[in-house]
Every structure is written in structure tokens, then in C-alpha cells.
């Protein structure tokens, strides 16, 4: 009896209602993960962020490596603007690839996710990979810059380092000054690096 009843207790109701769940889920699940990392983060926890039952969290999700592979989906209108921002201009790409990722953290749903990737991937090999798959897809993989496939890897390649190690001191390790610098602060200090690395000379550093 008591197992029916528990069992109860967790079916899901309408559509609507279960989206409605499982996004506030994923939403306490981002910011749990991003705050402590895998090790430090546990179902109750996130159910308790997002006020239900941890079997619910266990009905959606299944386990906690479930839930993290879930909270760390990088959001389809990310990628999408990720792979927009590289048919900017060449001569703009710099400037235009900081300020995406100014908006970027700054979004509700897209700054929590990608915190609770780069958290987690330094101990948690699923999102490593999950982490890596993104860089070489989305980072570099839709650019078209360089004469050849090898310049166009180490082009974009030092693009997303630039960007992720600024994401890192600016947002997760909050690291001054970068943590508090302005939005018009931040893209004046690093687009002319980018830009740089957009079609400036990698062979003699000018």
C-alpha cells in the first residue's frame, strides 16, 4: 500500500505540467552544479531547489549522472547563435564573437548551462566529452577562416581558447578585474585579440 501510494505521488500529470517540472528541475540541477560540481551536488539537493520530491527527479531523469547530462545540454538557440556569429564579417568577427559571448552568460538559461559544463568536465569525464564535442563542433567547426583546414583549426582554435579562459576568470573563478569590467570594457580589452586571431599574421605575431 505504501508503495502505491509513493508511486502516486510521482505520476506525472498533464504535458504541460511535466515540461513545467522538468524545466524548473533542470534550472535548480544547472545552478546546483555549477555552484558545487559533480562531487559536491546530490538529487536531494536539486530537489529541494526546485521544490519537489527527489523521486521526481529520479522519474525524469533516472539517476544523477542522467540529470547532469541533461542540465549540461547546451541550449539549441545557443548553437544557433553561436553558428550565426561566424558569417559576421570577417573584418567585425572579433568584436562580434565577445559580445556573443557577453550575451551568452548573461541569458537565463544559456550562462547557467555553460557554467555547469566548464565546472564539472575539469572531474566528470561524460561532460569533458560533452565539452570537446562543443569546442571542436560549434567553436571551430562552423568556421571558415584560414587558407587551409590546418589554418582554419589553429585560427579558431585560439578564438575559443581566448574566449573560454575569459569565461573562466570573468564568470566562474570571478576574477578581478575581469569579473566586474563592463560589457563596452570587456569587448574593447579582448576583441582586439580575437580579431587577431580572426586574420592577423600567427607567424610573426604583428
Do not use: C
Not at 13 to 35: C, K, S, T, Y
Not at 141 to 149: A, M, N, P, Q, Y
Request: charged share 25%; no cysteine; hydrophobic share 45%.
Amino acid at each position: 500500500m505504501m508503495k502505491l501510494m509513493a508511486k502516486r505521488a510521482i505520476t506525472p500529470g498533464p504535458r504541460d505540467e511535466r515540461g513545467v517540472l522538468a524545466a524548473r528541475i533542470l534550472a535548480a540541477a544547472r545552478d546546483e552544479f555549477a555552484q558545487h560540481g559533480w562531487a559536491g551536488s546530490t538529487i536531494r539537493a536539486v530537489a529541494r531547489a526546485a521544490d519537489v520530491d527527489p523521486a521526481l527527479v529520479y522519474h525524469y531523469f533516472g539517476s544523477k549522472e542522467g540529470l547532469l547530462d541533461a542540465a549540461t545540454n547546451p541550449p539549441q538557440k545557443w548553437l544557433e547563435s553561436v553558428a550565426k556569429v561566424w558569417t559576421t564579417p570577417v573584418d567585425q568577427l572579433g568584436a562580434a564573437l565577445i559580445t556573443l559571448l557577453l550575451a551568452s552568460w548573461a541569458d537565463d538559461e544559456i550562462g547557467p548551462t555553460l557554467r555547469a559544463i566548464l565546472q564539472t568536465a575539469a572531474h566528470e569525464p561524460a561532460t569533458r566529452e560533452k565539452l570537446r564535442r562543443v569546442v571542436e563542433g560549434s567553436l571551430m567547426g562552423v568556421s571558415g577562416l584560414g587558407t587551409d583546414e590546418r589554418e582554419r583549426l589553429v585560427r579558431s582554435g585560439l578564438i575559443s581558447s581566448q574566449m573560454m579562459g575569459f569565461a573562466l576568470m570573468r564568470y566562474v573563478w570571478k576574477i578581478e578585474p575581469m569579473a566586474s569590467m563592463s560589457d563596452d570594457e570587456a569587448i574593447a580589452a579582448v576583441s582586439p585579440n580575437l580579431q587577431h586571431y580572426v586574420d592577423g599574421d600567427l607567424t610573426t605575431g604583428s
